[in-house]
């Protein structure tokens, strides 16, 4: 019997349900050959329920949420919102209520890809960012004193709790051992200033490799040569693990040197709960409307999510589809792909 999953689609702003649209076409042909079933339910949070209703994602919502087996996202944000309000009042909310604590970043130069690095190509990059999701600077723990005055004080504190970081941690040692490639976990962090935070990861880090995951080559690098190794070596890492800012840092670095927005997707992951996968590009909100962004990044979120599920072989089959498409493609970027937004999301499924 074809086993069947429940996933909420948040198309969201801008572009954001335009690549839904292919990412959905995508997913119905790898459930048809594979005989896996789904069932889509809309959700219609981000900027324009929020301009009509000045709700951004109600507690109900995150209840109802929780009943799915994953979740699919396009893109939110508005150009007529203030920046801050969906940001914290969608994205941070579902991350931090549905507890979503692992942010999955892999990073893959796919062939026929724009990589700005020289003398590059995808046998030198494909590494993944795992990135802590629901601690760090993003709590929002502090507060202003004086606020508005000369003397005005602003404090923003980072919170690092042993259970987070050891979660963390141990999802980023496992996931290192599945891949079976370099086997290499590099922590990447700022011990040499941040001696508490830092060094709570530190020890945490070396503590419970040690322990449970010894096989595991464990790595450093401070963040701001993280950036520059990047750049310079990629073929270095394997997986990289950091906090929630760091993280949200080198991945966008991370996503350039992979080939661009238009191909990166990520995953918000609870692995005891229910997950959220997403094309990390934006909403896009010039190329809205003219069938001209690029859908793959939506259709790898797909395939995250297939993977997630467990459903590796359809997943897998999607990436098959993908490589051999992609060659097809004048460009990565919007409106210079030589196929429209559903020319390539038609490719794609097609060819699975
Ligand atoms: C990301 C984004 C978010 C973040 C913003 C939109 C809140 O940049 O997913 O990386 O900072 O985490
Ligand atoms: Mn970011």
Redesign the pocket.
Known sequence: MAKSYKIAVIPGDGTGPEVVKEGIKVLEAAASKFDIKFEFTNFDFGGERYLKTGETLPDSAIEELKKFDAMFLGA??HPDVKPGIL??GV??KMRFTLDQYI?LRPVKLYPNTDCPLKDKGPEHIDFVVIRENTEGL?TGAGGLLREGTPHEVAIQESINTRFGVERCLRYAFELTQKRKKQNKLTLCAKTNVLTYASGLWERAFHEVGKKDYPSVERDYAHVDATTMWMVKNPEWFDVIVTD?LFG?II??LAAIVGGGLGVTA?GNINPNGVSMF?P?G?SAPKYTGKNVINPIAAILAGKMMLEHLGETKAADAIEKSVLANIVKMKSMNAGKMGYSTTEVGDLIAKGI
């Open positions: 939110i944000g940001e914290r994205l941070l942010n993003y929630n949200d991945t966008d990520g997403e990390i934006g």
